[in-house]
């Protein structure tokens, strides 16, 4: 083949592939631009689903949840007001009250913690000592359990972690926070890794990564999932096997979709 022939041959080759490669990456970024299309609207959804619930929230943390969408997102005084009334008449217990301090930070409930000694199955144990650092010191058999991530598993650990970025909020024991919050957000996206479903659990974990300010942990993949786990008419089921949807699963995987695709889901 002559010498030009040659030339020509191979500039046409190199044509074609730099063609080829632009048009994979082009689908490759329509199909990105649509995911994150998909999880705004998901977002969007999820926020209707929540202000059209009728029941009552058992959680304080959904609360939370919304406040920190409309705050972050939204900026509107009728979400933050229907907060604020939608909390006041909630049937808690006094140590859940104390949980209002999340979303209206002025607020300040006096919590005797040796209350709190029965409570490690919802975690006000650990979770209502850190949120109040700042104003009460924490007691040591606390802090020690806080910190003790070796063995935690699932719901126990993304708690112990929460319960750092509230330590980390008041500004204490940051020399402990900054040591152990990577390590357990590692663990907690690395437990995910094992789901293949998902679940509370994961929309969980995904919210309190992005809190920490892990958004990379939390992958495209792992977007799209709770995306395409939302039910029809726009909340979650706690797990796929539940019956009905779950106000406590919809809040937090409407949240890790309004992080993610930085939208107000509440227009």
């Known amino acids: 083949m002559p010498a030009f022939s040659k030339y020509k041959f191979a500039m046409v080759y190199m044509a074609a592939i730099v063609i080829t490669f632009a048009v994979v990456f082009l689908k490759q970024k329509s199909v990105v631009r649509e995911q994150d299309h998909a999880a705004a609207r998901a977002a969007k959804k999820g926020g209707q689903w929540l202000l059209s619930y009728q029941g009552n929230f058992s959680d304080p943390g959904i609360f939370w949840a919304m406040s920190e969408m409309n705050n972050n997102y939204c900026h509107l005084d009728s979400i933050n007001r229907l907060v604020d009334?939608?909390?006041?008449?909630?049937?808690?217990?006094?140590?859940?009250?104390?949980?209002k301090r999340l979303f209206n930070y002025g607020k300040v409930s006096i919590i005797d913690y040796t209350s709190l000694a029965g409570r490690?199955?919802?975690?006000?144990?650990?979770?209502?000592?850190?949120?109040?650092?700042?104003?009460?010191?924490?007691?040591?058999?606390?802090?020690?359990?806080?910190?003790?991530?070796?063995?935690?598993?699932?719901?126990?650990?993304?708690?112990r972690y929460l319960a750092m970025l509230f330590l980390r909020r008041n500004n204490?024991?940051?020399?402990?926070?900054?040591?152990?919050?990577?390590?357990?957000?590692?663990?907690?996206?690395?437990?995910?890794?094992?789901?293949?479903?998902?679940?509370?659990?994961?929309?969980?974990?995904?919210?309190?990564?992005?809190?920490?300010?892990?958004?990379?942990?939390?992958?495209?993949?792992?977007?799209?999932?709770?995306?395409?786990?939302?039910?029809?008419?726009?909340?979650?089921?706690?797990?796929?096997?539940?019956?009905?949807?779950?106000?406590?699963?919809?809040?937090?995987?409407?949240?890790?979709?309004?992080?993610?695709?930085?939208?107000?889901?509440?227009?």
Request: charged share 20%.
């Open 85 to 99: 009334s939608r909390f006041a008449s909630a049937d808690f217990s006094p140590q859940e009250q104390a949980y």
């Open 120 to 159: 490690a199955g919802s975690y006000d144990d650990i979770l209502i000592p850190a949120l109040y650092c700042d104003i009460n010191p924490l007691p040591q058999n606390v802090e020690e359990k806080i910190f003790d991530i070796k063995n935690s598993l699932g719901y126990d650990l993304t708690h």
């Open 172 to 267: 204490c024991n940051l020399e402990e926070v900054n040591e152990v919050l990577p390590q357990a957000a590692e663990k907690i996206a690395q437990q995910q890794q094992s789901i293949n479903e998902f679940s509370d659990l994961s929309a969980e974990r995904a919210v309190f990564l992005q809190l920490g300010g892990f958004f990379s942990q939390v992958g495209k993949d792992w977007v799209a999932e709770i995306t395409e786990s939302q039910s029809p008419d726009g909340g979650w089921k706690y797990t796929q096997l539940s019956n009905l949807e779950n106000p406590h699963t919809a809040a937090l995987a409407t949240w890790a979709l309004a992080n993610y695709s930085k939208t107000c889901v509440f227009n």
